[in-house]
């Protein structure tokens, strides 16, 4: 008998976690319904998302455009360059301080937008002009705080270091404007040879 009782024991302890009708329900609720509804969403949110090629192909075609246009410019926008190389003319004149100041540096010294100092406040410029016109010039090419750095865009090095000097002399800075480097280094040459005859 005692063998009996124990398999009775036995049987009650393997049996598994649903123990009534209502708790079958439930199991079979959460085991087909809810990923039913997981999978909804994440088809949903996967068809919703922001196609970058999407764009131009409805741009050509409510134009009024052709479904070949559209495909071509989606392959030409997704092949399009890295990058680019800009010849520039190495003869042109350099562009003043004043001038480089007005198209590129005017957005930001202009109002102190971001910490910038504003242009003509000596009291802003101050401690910067003491640190020297190169580390000025260093600053405004490689960027400083929430200053982009101005180095390799639309003015050449000698013309964004005018544009320093610019803004320096109007905070009380006694600067000089730079030259153009080649210009100078043959008027150095000029010189030396004059003393050499």
């Given at each position: 008998m005692s063998n009996l009782a124990q398999g009775h024991a036995d049987d009650g302890a393997h049996t598994g976690p649903i123990k009534n009708p209502k708790q079958l329900l439930v199991a079979v609720f959460f085991s087909f319904v809810v990923p039913i509804f997981v999978i909804i969403g994440l088809v949903y949110f996967v068809v919703s998302a922001v196609k970058p090629s999407g764009s131009?192909?409805?741009?050509?075609?409510?134009?009024?455009?052709?479904?070949?246009?559209?495909?071509?410019?989606?392959?030409?926008t997704r092949l399009q360059k890295v990058g680019m190389v800009e010849i520039r003319d190495a003869n042109r004149e350099l562009a003043g301080g004043e001038q480089v100041y007005k198209t590129q540096c005017a957005a930001c010294h202009a109002a102190g937008v971001a910490g910038a100092p504003k242009f003509g406040d000596a009291a802003a410029?101050?401690?910067?002009?003491?640190?020297?016109?190169?580390?000025?010039?260093?600053?405004?090419?490689?960027?400083?705080?929430?200053?982009?750095?101005?180095?390799?865009?639309?003015?050449?090095?000698?013309?964004?270091?005018?544009?320093?000097?610019?803004?320096?002399?109007?905070?009380?800075?006694?600067?000089?404007?730079?030259?153009?480097?080649?210009?100078?280094?043959?008027?150095?040459?000029?010189?030396?040879?004059?003393?050499a005859k």
């Open positions: 131009g192909d409805a741009s050509v075609m409510a134009l009024g455009g052709t479904t070949e246009q559209s495909l071509a410019q989606g392959v030409a410029w101050g401690a910067r002009i003491a640190t020297g016109f190169e580390a000025l010039v260093q600053s405004a090419l490689k960027g400083k705080g929430a200053m982009a750095p101005q180095g390799g865009g639309d003015f050449e090095d000698t013309e964004i270091a005018r544009a320093v000097a610019f803004m320096a002399n109007a905070g009380g800075g006694k600067f000089a404007e730079p030259a153009k480097p080649a210009a100078s280094a043959a008027e150095g040459a000029a010189p030396a040879e004059a003393a």
